[in-house]
């Protein structure tokens, strides 16, 4: 029996609820492909941060940089400012762990609705990987502060004077900046890893920017898409401005293989794509460090408001959870666990609310992992 140790992140909101779930599954297929999960639990998330001060300690990152992959519900909480458990946690895993690649399959499955009227299953089915460590999340801005010279500020200065016709001084508290940033090889690693998965699937690479605006950094980024394709002939391959690729992803979702794209534009596109497979409730990512420590989460948030009340959908949760024990190398277990969600969505018996149910987180976990174990034994 193959042993794994997985770290365990319940977090915030619905986030323990769901997790919950997905343990429940991934037990399930171990029992039926012969694996068992130790499962270690970590208390990072709201309450922790409110009783002890502390987000997520070098110790703990430390720690959790022992194993190849860490499964997490959801953070955020109601108490605190936005972006505190957010940047504090989520991003400060992702980046220690230099998670570059955030994958995030947009997949209808069988018998779910979506939104875009007259496609069907094999219609919507690609993959976004947004980088995941540069861009506008390096978290490098500022806001001008009083009686505080600004270097960066004061190089546009006369810019903001003439545009706006104020003579804003760079001292005033008048501005704000944020700074996006890619690298070379930050650009290159993520654009190898896509095209490798696009050689793997149906040989077609479509690349997500703003060159023509936001030139420099997203001309460069352009580049370098070009420049590493070089080493790809099958793949073919193709540009598209962020604005139109969302038009695109609802008008032509078939068009799509997989899609490589910055950080924040990432962010953005892949809401739009688990809205055309059927919701936030079934969105799966993965952030991934092929040779170091990835995490698995939903793209969904933690819904505070329906904490504890076991109503919350834990389908892309599970479905993460088949993202992890395929990276564990269980590729027959997730792919079984996706099958299991597909069956347990089609039987239309044991779904919650959000997806026209009326039963528990609890119950539908409880189904799937019945299923997981039917499919997988036949
Ligand atoms: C996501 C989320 C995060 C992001 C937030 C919570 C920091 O929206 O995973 O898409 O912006 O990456
Ligand atoms: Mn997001």
């Known amino acids: 029996m193959t042993q794994y140790k997985v770290p365990v992140i319940g977090g915030d909101g619905i986030g323990p609820e769901i997790v919950r779930e997905g343990q429940k599954v991934l037990d399930a297929a171990g029992e039926v492909f012969g694996f068992d999960i130790d499962w270690l639990e970590f208390p990072h998330g709201a309450d922790h941060y409110l009783e002890t001060g502390e987000l997520v300690s070098d110790e703990t990152i430390k720690e959790l940089s022992g194993y190849k992959a860490i499964y997490l519900g959801a953070l955020g909480d109601p108490r605190l400012a936005p972006g505190i458990l957010e940047k504090g946690i989520l991003l400060k895993l992702r980046f220690a762990f230099d998670e570059y690649i955030n994958l995030r399959p947009i997949k209808l499955l069988d018998g779910v609705e979506t939104p875009l009227k007259g496609k069907v299953a094999k219609d919507i089915d690609f993959v976004v ?115 139109a690729v969302t038009m695109w992803f609802v008008k032509n979702p078939e068009f799509f293989d997989v899609v490589v794209t910055p950080n924040m534009f990432g962010d ?56 992890l024990i395929e990276t564990l190398g269980e590729k027959e277990a997730a792919d079984t666990i996706v099958k299991a969600i597909e069956k347990n969505i089609l039987d239309k018996k044991v779904n919650t609310v ?25």
């Open 268 to 323: 953005i596109i892949t809401d739009l794509g688990a809205m055309i497979q059927g919701g936030l409730g079934l969105a799966p990512g993965g952030n991934i460090n092929p040779t170091g420590t990835s995490m698995f989460e939903p793209i969904h948030g933690s819904a505070p408001k329906y904490k504890g009340m076991d109503r919350a959908n834990p389908l892309a949760t599970i479905w993460a959870g088949a993202l």
């Open 129 to 243: 990987v947004r980088e995941n460590t540069e861009d506008f999340y390096i978290g490098i801005g500022g806001r001008a502060k009083k009686g505080q010279k600004n270097d960066l500020l004061e190089v546009q200065r006369d810019l903001y004077s003439a545009k706006f016709g104020l003579d804003i001084e760079t001292d005033s508290e008048e501005i704000a900046y944020q700074i996006g940033m890619i690298s070379k090889e930050g650009t290159k690693r993520v654009m190898e890893y896509s095209y490798d998965l696009a050689a793997k699937r149906n040989n077609h690479l479509s690349s997500v920017d703003k060159a023509n605006v936001l030139s420099d950094i997203y001309g460069f980024w352009r580049e370098t898409f070009e420049e590493v394709g070089k080493g790809y002939p099958s793949v073919e391959t193709d540009f598209n401005y962020v604005d």
């Open 354 to 378: 959000d997806m026209g149910g009326s039963a528990k987180c609890s119950e539908v976990g409880t189904d799937v992992a019945r299923l997981v174990k039917k499919l997988g034994k036949s």
